[in-house]
C-alpha cells in the first residue's frame, strides 16, 4: 500500500545556515538530496525528501533554508523557513555548538510551543572524542561520524511522538468506513471460557471506531457468513492456526490476513518482521536463534516461545538449531544469533520493540516476531501480507 505523503512522519530539519542541515540529510539518506557548500545559505527553498527510513516507517524529511544571524536574509526566506514548522511532526535542530544563540533558542521555544518533539544534533564534533547522545542532544560529525545514520535513528526514536510510535490503528485504516470485515474466531479447546481473547476485542473495538461493519463468526459458520452477505467483505481476519481452512474457504479476490499480523503491525514493523522471517529458511545445522520476551509474565501464553514456536521452526527447517530465550527489556548480545524471534509485546510498547530491530539491524541478525514466524512457517504469511502491500 503506498503512503500518503499526509500519513507520513514530517521531519523537519532547522538551523543556521552552514551547520551541516543537508550534509545530515545526505548522510542519512545516503543520497545527494540537498546540495551542500561551505557557501552559507546554499539550501534557498525547501528541500523535500520521502523515504522509508527503518524501523521507523515512511518519512518526508524538510530541508530548510538556513538562518543566519550574520547577514541580511531576506524576509522571504525566513518566512519560508517558519512556515515549515507547522507542517513538522517531528522537528532536528543542527547546530555547531551546544550553546544554543537566539536563533536556536527561538527554535526550541517555538516547538515547545507547539509541541513538537526536537532532536538537537551537535554537529563538527570532529574529532570523534564524546560523541554520547544526551536526552535529546546527539554530539556527531556529518563528515566523520561513521555511525550517524543508526545513532540518528536511535535518537529519533526517543523522541517520536507518541500517537506515531503507538499508532492508534489495527485494522481500520487499511479498508474504507462503511466496509464490512468477517472476523474469524475459532471457539476450540484453547478458546478461554465465556470471552474472547484481547487482541479480538480490540480488533472489534478498532474496526468500531472506524466505521465498520464487524461481522464474528466461527469458521464454521464462515461459509453462511459469505453467502449471507450482498457484496464480499472488505477484509476477513482470522486466528493464524485456522488461517488454512479459511484461506480454502474465502475466495482469493478477498484480502485475507491474521489477527497476529495484524498486531506485529501493531507493536514493531512489519515489512522488516517478514523479511526477518525469510530467513527461517535459510536456518542451517547448529545455527543459533533467540526468543526475545519482552517481560516474564507467561500467564497467557505459557509454551509459546519455549515449545510451540521452537517445534514450529524445526518441522519447518529440519535443522538442528540452537533456541535460546531471553525475558526482560534489556537486550543481550546478540552477535551470534542467525534469528531474532521477537514476542507479541503485549505489555510493551512499540517504541521498545522499534529500538530492538534497529540494533538486530546494525548488527545484521534477521529479527522477526511470534505472529509473523508462524503464519510463515505455516506457509500462510504471503496471502496475510497482501493487504498491507
Ligand atoms: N568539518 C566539518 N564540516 C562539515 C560537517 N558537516 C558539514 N560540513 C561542511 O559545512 C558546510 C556547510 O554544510 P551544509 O550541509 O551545506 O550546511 P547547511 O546547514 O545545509 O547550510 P545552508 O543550506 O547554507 O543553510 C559544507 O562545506 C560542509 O562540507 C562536519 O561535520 N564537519
Ligand atoms: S507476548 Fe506479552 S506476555 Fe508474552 S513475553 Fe511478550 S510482552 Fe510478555
Ligand atoms: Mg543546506
Do not use: W
Amino acid at each position: 500500500m503506498k503512503t500518503l505523503k499526509s500519513n507520513r512522519l514530517h521531519i523537519g530539519i532547522f538551523g543556521k545556515t552552514n551547520a551541516g542541515k543537508s550534509s545530515i540529510l545526505n548522510r542519512i539518506t545516503n543520497q545527494e538530496v540537498s546540495i551542500v557548500s561551505e557557501i552559507a545559505g546554499t539550501t534557498t527553498d525547501v528541500v523535500e525528501k520521502s523515504m522509508e527510513l527503518l524501523p521507523i516507517g515512511p518519512v518526508n524529511f524538510l530541508d530548510t533554508a538556513g538562518i543566519d544571524d550574520k547577514t541580511d536574509l531576506s524576509k522571504e526566506r525566513i518566512e519560508k523557513t517558519m512556515k515549515i514548522i507547522n507542517r513538522c511532526d517531528v522537528a532536528v535542530i543542527v547546530t555547531e555548538s551546544e550553546n544554543f544563540d537566539d536563533y536556536e533558542k527561538s527554535l526550541a521555544e517555538k516547538f515547545d510551543e507547539l509541541s513538537i518533539p526536537y532532536l538537537i544534533v551537535v554537529n563538527k564534533c570532529d574529532d570523534l572524542k564524546d560523541l554520547r547522545e544526551d536526552k535529546n542532544i546527539l554530539y556527531t560529525s556529518a563528515l566523520y561520524d561513521k555511525d550517524l545514520t543508526f545513532r540518528f535513528k536511535k535518537a529519533l526514536v526517543k523522541i517520536l511522538p507518541d500517537d506515531f510510535v503507538n499508532s492508534p490503528k489495527i485494522a481500520g485504516d487499511l479498508i474504507e468506513p462503511k466496509s464490512t470485515v468477517i472476523l474469524v474466531v475459532p471457539i476450540d479447546k484453547e478458546a478461554p471460557k465465556g470471552r474472547i481473547i484481547l487482541p479480538q476485542v480490540q480488533t472489534i473495538r478498532d474496526l468500531l471506531d472506524s466505521e465498520c461493519l464487524s461481522y464474528v463468526v466461527k469458521e464454521t459458520e464462515l461459509k453462511d457468513a459469505l453467502e449471507n452477505l450482498k457484496t464480499p467483505p472488505a477484509l476477513v481476519i482470522t486466528d493464524s492456526q485456522a488461517f488454512r481452512q479459511v484461506s480454502e474457504i474465502v475466495p482469493e479476490n478477498i484480502p485475507l490476513t491474521s489477527f497476529s499480523i495484524l498486531f506485529a503491525r501493531l507493536k514493531g514493523d512489519l515489512n522488516e518482521f517478514a523479511k526477518g522471517a525469510e530467513q527461517i529458511s535459510k536456518l542451517k545445522d547448529g545455527d543459533k536463534v533467540l526468543i526475545l520476551e519482552s517481560c516474564t509474565h507467561h500467564a497467557i501464553e505459557d509454551d509459546i516461545g519455549r515449545v510451540k514456536i521452537p517445534n514450529l521452526l524445526r518441522k519447518k527447517t529440519g535443522k538442528n538449531l540452537v533456541i535460546e530465550n531471553f525475558s526482560g527489556h534489556d537486550f543481550p548480545d546478540i552477535s551470534d544469533y542467525k534469528l531474532i524471534i521477537h514476542c507479541g509485546a503485549c505489555m510493551t510498547n512499540r517504541r521498545e520493540v522499534l529500538s530492538r530491530i534497529l540494533l538486530a539491524s546494525k548488527k545484521g541478525v534477521a529479527i522477526t516476531n511470534y505472529g509473523i514466524a508462524i503464519s510463515y512457517c505455516l506457509g500462510i504469511l504471503d496471502r496475510a501480507m497482501k493487504i498491507f502491500k
